[in-house]
């Protein structure tokens, strides 16, 4: 099956620095989701992303479909940002694999 | 819209007791529902995929007559925790899809249920 990666693992930001995480994928999908899983470990839908690039406020994400991989940006990052971030993939028969995830803490 | 709920949210339970979990679509008809566990500090990993009015699939590992699955209305889907023993403790969550939306957006998940096994 579809093997998704994610990096780094775990990442401590200053606030207000900026950051990049990374999502590879092992084969075409249908549609790439990046999720912010909140402390109480509700996940929240920040971008469904085939390809290209979006972007919204201080979060924009591109998908390299070709290559098969995704990135996440964060810019001004705030404690509020905290939590994990996943990226999910939706496979030809509509399944979402999730990645590992990234963990992120934002320190004052 | 596209509001997907769990019922409970968290539940404590003695090993050997089984467990109910509802997931329910608000707003929308969901044809397809899937179940997702996720351990401390994990990913989450898809169990099955529940359909309405026909069996549930489960993926490779998790076991069907342990972890039973009912998807009897378009807007009721659960799963039940049968016996279940202090290694069941997981974060367990729910999707839905809404067949009525692009393809790319139809997975809507909820806020998920903590089962704890004493």
């Known amino acids: 099956g579809i093997q998704v990666e994610q990096s780094p693992p775990d990442l401590i930001l200053q606030e207000g620095a900026n950051s990049t995480l990374r999502c590879n994928f092992s084969?075409?999908?249908?549609?790439l989701q990046w999720f912010h899983q909140n402390p109480w470990g509700q996940l929240i839908n920040l971008f469904y992303?085939?390809?290209g690039t979006k972007q919204n406020g201080r979060l924009s994400a591109t998908t390299v479909a070709t290559e098969r991989y995704s990135l996440l940006y964060i810019s001004s990052s705030q404690t509020t940002d905290s939590g994990v971030y996943f990226c999910a993939v939706t496979t030809s028969y509509d399944k979402v694999i999730f990645g590992p995830g990234t963990s992120l803490s934002v320190i004052p | 819209g596209a509001v997907v709920s769990q019922h409970p949210s968290w539940v404590i339970c003695k090993s050997g007791t089984s467990v109910k979990i509802e997931c329910r679509s608000l707003?929308?008809?969901?044809?397809?529902m899937f179940w997702y566990r996720q351990f401390p500090k994990q990913s989450l990993m898809l169990m099955a995929t529940?359909?309405?009015?026909?069996?549930?699939?489960?993926e490779q590992g998790v076991e069907k007559d342990k972890f039973l699955i009912n998807h009897a209305s378009l807007t009721l889907s659960t799963l039940t925790v049968t016996s279940a023993h202090p290694e069941d403790s997981s974060f367990y969550i729910c999707?839905?899809?809404?067949?009525?939306?692009?393809?790319?957006?139809?997975?809507?998940f909820g806020p998920g249920t903590r089962l704890l096994v004493l």
């Open positions: 707003d929308f008809q969901a044809t397809t």
């Open positions: 992303i085939p390809s």
């Open positions: 084969d075409s999908v249908n549609n």
């Open positions: 529940s359909n309405e009015g026909s069996k549930a699939t489960y």
């Open positions: 999707s839905a899809r809404d067949p009525d939306r692009p393809i790319q957006e139809t997975q809507y």
